[in-house]
Structure formats: structure tokens, C-alpha cells
């Protein structure tokens, strides 16, 4: 049956009734305290309703206990306002006993704020706190905005939730959201965050921390509480300032169909053991060419399973940096599926010393100076299992110092498995008996290596020379084989000897640039006897 009008107006209570004016002028906090109270003692609760206007108070408003609603008249018409060291809203009671480490429960539950801003100016105190005594906050259409060298809400609350929030925040220092240590669930759904002064002015967005710990300095991989489920969807972040999100130690993070614009450091960062975040169908760069500089980094205090997959990098230095100090290293990550257009940029993909990674079913259809794809050990080598990825024909698309790469990639020159087998032979022409004079194979087999130099399509590494001859050298005498590149002896050599008729190099390696050619290279002992050669030989795409 469906309420009448009447009855819904019961559900409402207008602050002006109880003497709350909002001229800026007028200190409110007696006159809202009777407001509030009588809104929590109605049933379920009552929105209060504030005027348009500024709306002042002398001393924090604090909203605790069960269904306490505050609603303006629109964000961009009701203001709360606060003198110089007070924070203007607090949602729950500091004083009340902690539900997370006692048996008490949530004392404060179902407060709402909606359609108002809460405005700090340049003082040196945040705009809203939830209490960790508080669960299921709801934040509709509201704005903090301010300049407080701290974070202008700061939230340890349970299941907070955020629909189209406005932060808009001033210098470096400031933040506009901080989810800290006890919560879980908390969402945001839309919303922006933006800076003042325009781009590389301004603060940054939203972080998730442990401050208690840091402040004692206690390892943040031995906590016992942490923010855990959280997620940010649908938001834009052009704030100007360092970062866009944070990401400490936290489990399952989830940052979805977000856009990062215009920041001038890192637009996501997974740092501190923040477990299986989630960066997933994002858009991350800036509008203006290589002056965002990296769009996620992790760091090598990042736990275990981040996940960066479905986003599109656009005008970054780096798309992912995955970085190392050298003695610790991200124990993993999983980059599939993401686009990098990076104009000028160094790298799409840097992975320095992770433990395991996958890297699959990436496209860099940008320009990068450095190339598609980077590893470093400057801590340890990673194991790299790379394939299905579509990377920059640039001539340095891959740099790899280390790891083991699996196969398929492209880098546009050369399409197909990253391991391919060469296989040749002197075709039925035998190396003479007692001779010492060197002939080159690779399909047939010359005095006059010019005539038979191969050359390769691509660059790689050769390794694995596998020779088998249809004679043996006999009693005291040797075949010496090794893999010429460019005209040149390289490391990669065997010998048979005596009455063997086999010989393989699986230690040494040597490099191949595409355009270069390769052969190998008989020489025969004094009493050698005559034989067919016939090698195989491995070439691995540095993709």
C-alpha cells in the first residue's frame, strides 16, 4: 500500500524549525543538537533537512547513534562550515569502545549524508571523520573541499558507502579520502575528484592506510586488521596533484571503469601488503603527452596477486612499473589484455624482480622510446611467463636481463612461437678426409662462407647447437664446429672426438640482430676422416 504524502513528510524534519540559520553568520550548534535529537527519537529516524546558505558551527557536529539523516539543499547550495582547528563533521564517537578488539558492537549505524559540501578552506583540519564505532555511512552528492595538508575525510567506519562524491582538493599535501586500518566493504560509485590551480596544482585523491601501525612503527605485513573488499568504480580523478589512488596494506582492493587524468606522479599505486588488488577496465593517462608519469606502479612492498588487466594507457612514461630497492621485489603480477598507447613514452610494461609474472594478451599500438616490454633483476630473477601480446615495432620492443619467457608474441616484424629450431647440413657433400681447412654450413656446406650465410629475420638469442656427422674422426683425431655470426667465431662451439659422431653446446649463448647472418663453421684435424655434417640449432625471439 503505497504511504501518503503526509506520512512521508513525517519521515522529515526541517533544521530552520529549530532555529538552525544558515547566513553565515549564525553559530548552529544548539539549535542542531535539538534537530538531531529529535530526528533520532522518531521510529527508524528522520532526514533533517538544512537550509541553502552556509551553515556554521562552533564545535564539531557529531551524528551517532541509529538512522541520523543530514540533508542540504544541493551540494552547490548548502555549506558546513567550521572555525580554524575544528573538524566540522564527525560520524560516530571517538570515545565509544572500539567493535573490532571488544564484544560491543557498532555503536553508531545507518547515518546518511546528502546534497551539501563541507568546506575546510586553507585550515589545517580535515571536513568529515567516520569513527571505526560507525558502520554503514552513506554519503549522497557530497562535496569536501579544502586545502588541510591532511586527508578531508577520514574514514576507519565499516561498509561506508559513497554515491557521486566531490572532492575538491588544494595543495599537495591534502588528500580528499582516506579509508584507514578497520574497514571493510566500502564502496565509491561515481564521482570526481579534482585539484585547484589546473594541471601539476593540488592534491591527491583517495589512499587506503594503516596509521595506527605506521605510527609505531610496526610491520604492516604483521597486522591483524586491515581494509579488506573495498572499491572505487566509475569515478573521474583529474586533481593535478601526485597521486590519484593509493592502495596500502589492504585485501582485495577493486578499482573498476575509473578514469585517471592529469596526474602528475603516479596515477595507481599498489604498495605496503596490499593483497589481490584488482585494477581492472580503467583508463589511465592524461591529456597532455608524457606528463603523467607512471599509471600503476607497484611497489616491492605490494603483497601478493595484483591484477592489471582491461585499461587503456594513454601519454604516460610508463604504463605498469613494477620496481624493486634492489633487495625485496613484488612476489607477483598478473598485465593481460591492456592497451598502451604511449607517444614518447619509455616503456609500456617494466618488471623489475618479481617473482612470477603473466603477460599476456597486451597490445602497445603507442611509439615508446624504450620499447614494449622491460625486466630487471635488480634484486633477483623473475620468471616471466610471456605470451599472446602484440608489441611495438620499435627496435627495442623487448629488454630482457633475465627470466624465462613462454611463447607468441609479436613485435611488428615477427609473428609465431618465440623458440624456433634451425636445421641444416652440408646436403650430401662431405667434409674432406685429413683436411684443416674451415667450411661453412648451413644448408649446404662451402669453403667460401659469403655463399652460405644465412640471415635472420629477426633478433633473438642462439643457443643449443646440437652436430651430427655419418663418421666418426677416428683414434686421436677431432671435428671442431663452431656458430659463426656476422663473419665471426662466437662462444657457442662443441667438438667430437675419436670414435664419437655427435656433440652439442647447451651452456653458451650468443645474440642476433634481425638483418644479421649466421653459419657454422667445420674444422677438421690432420687424420680426420671424411664425413657427412648435418646441426640443429635454437633461435629465440627477444619477444
Known sequence: MARSLATRAADTLQAADFGVVCDGA??????????????????SGRQIMLPPGTCLFSNTLVLSGANVGLRGAGRDKTIIKAPSGVLPVQVGKPSDPNPWTTTSGFSTSLVRLADLTVDVGGKSIGAIGVDRSATE?????????????????YDQGDTSIYDDPFFYVGGNQTWGLEWDTWGHNQSI????????????????????TQGQYAATGADPRAVTHRVEGAKV???TFINGGPYNLQIGNSLYVQAIANVFDQITTNNVVVQNNADAAQIVGNYIGSIQPVTSKVGVYVSWTAGYGTNISNNIF?????????????????????VTNNNFNLYGGSAAIVLDSVGRSVVTGNIDS???TGGSFWTKASFRSGVYAVSGNVWSPNTVTVWDANGTYTSGNVNGVYSGTSRQTLNGGSAGLAYPANSTTPQYITQTMSTAEVAVAQPVPYSGTLRRLVVATNASPGSGQSYTLTLR????????????????????????????VVGQTYSVKIVGSSGSAATLVNYGLELDAAN
Open 366 to 368: 603507442g611509439t615508446t
Open 485 to 512: 655470426v656476422n663473419g665471426a667465431d662466437t662462444a657457442v662451439s662443441c667438438q667430437i672426438t675419436g670414435a664419437n659422431q655427435s656433440c652439442a653446446d647447451i651452456a653458451h649463448t650468443t645474440q642476433i
Open 137 to 153: 555511512t552513506r554519503f549522497e552528492h557530497v562535496a569536501v573541499v579544502g586545502d588541510c595538508g591532511c586527508s578531508l575525510i
Open 189 to 208: 560509485i561515481g564521482g570526481t575528484c579534482a585539484g585547484s590551480g589546473g594541471f601539476g596544482n593540488g592534491g591527491s585523491c583517495i589512499r587506503i
Open 314 to 334: 594513454y601519454n604516460l612514461n610508463f604504463g605498469v612499473l613494477a620496481d624493486s630497492n634492489g633487495s625485496v621485489g613484488a612476489p607477483d603480477i598478473r
Open 233 to 235: 568504480t566509475g569515478m
Open 26 to 43: 549564525t553559530a548552529n550548534d544548539a539549535s542542531m543538537l535539538l534537530a538531531v535529537t529529535a530526528g533520532r527519537g522518531y521510529g
